[in-house]
């Protein structure tokens, strides 16, 4: 069993910033790719940012430059620093990992989803 939770989002204004994190446990062996992505009602889930194991990252056209995507390895916890916020960026945050488990089973583990809301 593998859990992901994630913490962090809120109520901001235009401009601020907020710290998004996530953390995996369980039977864990390895983490491949980490990622951030986001969702408003009545639209797809859009990938916001990804790093892979190695430490590359990849961001969607519309936060680069103002989101950072890291991750700790050794603590399986990856983090969505989000900065210069608009209110095009209100959605709800969900953060995903593909995980190699103690069993050998590979699967994508999805954590419970944050709100995000930045007010103009």
């Known amino acids: 069993q593998v859990q992901v939770v994630e913490s962090g989002g809120g109520l901001v204004q235009a401009g601020g910033s907020l710290r998004l994190s996530c953390a995996a446990s369980g039977s864990i062996f390895r983490i491949n790719a980490m990622g951030w992505y986001r969702q408003v009602p009545g639209k797809q889930r859009d990938l916001v940012a990804v790093?892979?194991?190695?430490?590359?990252?990849d961001y969607a056209d519309a936060v680069k430059g103002r989101f950072t995507i890291s991750r700790d390895n050794a603590k399986n916890t990856w983090y969505l620093q989000m900065n210069s916020l608009k209110p095009e960026d209100t959605a709800v945050y969900y953060c995903?990992?593909?995980?190699?488990?103690?069993?050998?089973?590979?699967?994508?583990?999805w954590g419970q989803g944050t709100q995000v809301t930045v007010s103009s």
């Open positions: 995903s990992a593909g995980v190699w488990t103690t069993r050998s089973i590979y699967g994508d583990y």
């Open positions: 790093i892979t194991s190695g430490g590359s990252t």
